[in-house]
Each structure stands twice: as structure tokens, then as C-alpha cells.
């Protein structure tokens, strides 16, 4: 198992697997229809991934509302007790995520962008009612947290986080000086996009994000990948190697 982290006295890993690759996200520029073909319409294979990561480094998963990833969850879930993040459109698909009991729920990038903040006060409020801890996903990060971090009841943020500034928008500089002033006030910051979408090798990507972030959030295609990305995350704590 790998180091931990806690949030209002719950325990998440400081690797947590991610589904980007499983949706066929764009960030995986050619790559990203084969990911989709392979393992969109395959639940029972994302599922397969959910439990090796489970047995080899830790039981916490993070999942959207898409149909197959909801499906492969609750496979997974037959086989190991497993540990959820969310991330959301909205309050209304809290009740798709309600049978995992998640321990953090986000509102997807999309919204928070918009920088509605009744809306997210709204998510927020939701979220408590439920027992789960309200966090916000970014693709602004630079702007969207000093917004956001106003709201006390967000105490999450999922942010891109990569040595080449991908999609750390609108600025590399501007993105790193929002994380550190969010974890100044005690907030907890996920990574996401640590390999900015396959560009980089985990060797370069984890120690720079873990350098930022609480824990990163990583999405694996190959069984191999989850073996080297556990002794790697471990080594780099281990030897403070950030």
C-alpha cells in the first residue's frame, strides 16, 4: 500500500486511479478513440483495472456518471470493498454515484468555470446533506479557485498539475500561485493530467505534481503501468524526491 492522506478524519491514497483513458478523453489527442474503443464498451476490462489497482496499491477509484464507468464500479465493487471519488455535472447526478457512498464528490470543470458561485454554493450544500465532501474539478484553475476558495464549504480542488503547463490555463504561473494560496487555506489539492496527457513519463510528471498536490489522480492502460506508478509514488515519499 502507499501513503495516505486525510480529509475530515477519512483516509484517501496519495495515488488514486483515474478513468480518462477508459472515456476516450481528448487530452490523449490520436490516442484517445482507441482508449474509447477498447475500453468504453468493455466495463468488465475497466473493472479488471479497478481490482489490480485495488490489490496492489490501494482500494480508492476515481469515477464519473458515464453508464459503463458506473457499471464497471459496481463489478469491481462485487470483488473488492472500494473506495470512491466522484465527479459530477450536477446535484441532480449525486443519486447515480449514491450506492459507493463517495468520499469526495466534484462538480465537473465545466461548471465550475462558469464561476456561478450560487451554483456552486448550491453543489456544496448538496454535497453535506449527503455526507460527502464538495470539491471542484478546473480547466482555469488561475481563476476559477481564487473565485472558488471564497465558498468555506469547497474543500477540494482537482486541478491540472504538470511540469509543461498543459491545459493549466490561463497560465502556468497563475495556476501554481492559486494551488499554493488554496492549501494555505487549508484546502486539499488533487492532480490531475500529471503526464499532461501521455506527454511526459511518470518520472518527471509525479514528483512535480506531488510537489503541489495532496494526492494526483492517474489514469492507467496497461496492468504494468499500475505496478511502476505505485513503486514510483512510494519512492518518491520515501525519499523525499519531490
Do not use: W
Not at 465527479?87 to 459507493?100: G, M
Not at 457512498?101 to 458561485?117: G, K
Not at 453543489?123 to 476559477?144: K, M, Q, R
Amino acid at each position: 500500500m502507499i501513503p495516505i492522506i486525510k480529509i475530515d478524519g477519512r483516509e484517501l491514497p496519495i495515488l488514486i486511479h483515474g478513468t480518462s483513458p477508459f472515456i476516450g478523453a481528448a487530452q490523449f489527442g490520436s490516442r484517445a478513440e482507441e482508449y474509447h474503443r477498447r475500453f468504453y464498451q468493455n466495463p468488465i476490462l475497466m473493472s479488471q483495472f479497478f481490482v489490480y489497482f485495488s490489490s496492489k496499491c490501494y482500494p480508492c477509484v476515481h469515477i464519473t456518471t458515464h453508464p459503463p464507468i458506473i457499471e464497471a464500479t459496481e463489478i469491481a465493487s462485487e470483488i473488492r470493498s472500494i473506495n470512491v471519488i466522484a465527479t459530477v455535472e450536477d446535484e441532480t447526478d449525486l443519486e447515480l454515484i449514491a450506492k459507493f457512498d463517495p468520499l469526495i464528490v466534484f462538480l465537473h470543470a465545466s461548471v465550475t468555470d462558469r464561476s456561478n458561485a450560487r451554483e456552486i454554493e448550491e453543489f456544496a450544500e448538496a454535497c453535506n446533506d449527503l455526507g460527502y465532501i464538495p470539491g471542484v474539478a478546473t480547466h482555469n484553475p488561475g481563476e476559477s479557485i481564487p473565485m472558488t476558495d471564497k465558498i468555506k464549504a469547497i474543500k477540494a480542488y482537482m486541478v491540472p498539475i504538470n511540469p509543461l503547463g498543459f491545459l493549466m490555463s490561463p497560465s502556468f504561473d497563475s495556476t501554481l500561485i492559486a494551488i499554493e494560496n488554496a492549501r494555505k487555506n487549508n484546502k486539499y489539492i488533487f492532480g490531475m493530467k500529471t503526464l499532461a496527457g501521455g506527454r511526459i513519463n511518470p518520472y518527471k510528471g509525479f514528483p512535480f505534481a506531488l510537489n503541489y498536490a495532496h494526492a494526483i489522480i492517474v489514469g492507467f492502460t496497461e496492468l504494468k503501468q499500475i505496478d511502476e506508478a505505485c513503486s514510483l509514488v512510494k519512492k518518491i515519499v520515501e525519499e523525499d524526491i519531490y
